[in-house]
């Protein structure tokens, strides 16, 4: 793990594909899985407050390796000196941005004036950007909805681009569904409010000069080249979660690269060493092996690799021993699907 200065090769992340901030799932064990299977794809933590980071632990919550490169870190807060003071700490750590978080919708951070509330002040926004600005030579970046309930028209969402963009910002990465704030669970408001990727669309029309990144409900590369027809960039959330084997193409599909690793068995053991190393320092199994349940969806033995894991990964002094058994049951199916196939050619 690190605390170093970030390098000028961190400076400059390229957005054209990233992974979203999710709670409970783009922590550091995922970030190292996926940036197994991608160089190039930018990665985000999951959302930190700012008074987490200033009042709480700071090491802890900011604590990740240099292997996850490039990497953002995701702010959640309100108040601008918190926000400057949380932005030092960003570039002191060496993430590569820092973004505000306004689009989360939960009643936990609404009542903190976090998230996606923070569409009806605009000029709050503005302020606490500026100031993270002028505490950092990152960049600085905020991710958003098209509106939140009650403030969901078209010129309400140039109201707010117009201040934040202002205020100096310059990369806005828009989640293309509205927040209902009372109503809706976080969950629902990731799949009830209708998707409006024509907004982000003209956004881009609009404000040609700023870079809008496009997020909300994209799952295949077809989906992705089509939106890149009309902005900057693509974020996907719970696809690349839930499916991370898709990153594997995506150096070579959207960075003129070549695939990170020939072969998820491959990459699996090239996890080995830095698993045992967080079991040698006191993490838990289960809380790492959870992020790998995917990575064999839809093969032959996804499902058995999947079922050992959970059944296993829980139980007092689990090791690296419930991976590698994991793993051989897969290559188990393997022989047994492949020599089926010999057998009816």
Known sequence: MTNKAPSELNL???RRFSVAPMMDWTTPHYRYLARLLSKHTLLYTEMVTTGALIHGDTERFLRHNAAEYPLALQLGGSDAN?????ARLAEQFGFS??????GCPSDRVQNNMIGACLMEHPDKVAEGVRAMIEATRLPVTVKHR???????????????????SEAGCQTFIVHARIAVLEGLSPKENRDVPPLKYDWVYQLKQRYPHLEIIINGGIKTFAECHEHLARTDGVMLGREAYHNPWLLTDVDQEFFGGEPALASRHEMLEA?????????????????MSRHLLGLFHGMP??????RYISENAHKSGAGIEVIQTALQK????????LAKASASV
């Open 271 to 287: 996890m080995y060493p830095f698993i045992q190393s967080e079991l040698d320092r006191g993490v838990y199994l289960a809380h």
């Open 82 to 86: 918190d926000l400057a003071k949380c």
């Open 301 to 306: 033995g996804g499902r058995l690799f999947r």
């Open 12 to 14: 400059f992340p390229s």
């Open 97 to 102: 941005e820092v973004n505000l978080n306004v």
């Open 330 to 337: 897969v290559r188990e199916q393997e022989q047994i699907a």
């Open 146 to 164: 098209i509106g939140i309930n009650g403030r969901e028209s078209w010129e309400d969402l140039c109201d707010f681009i117009d201040k934040v």
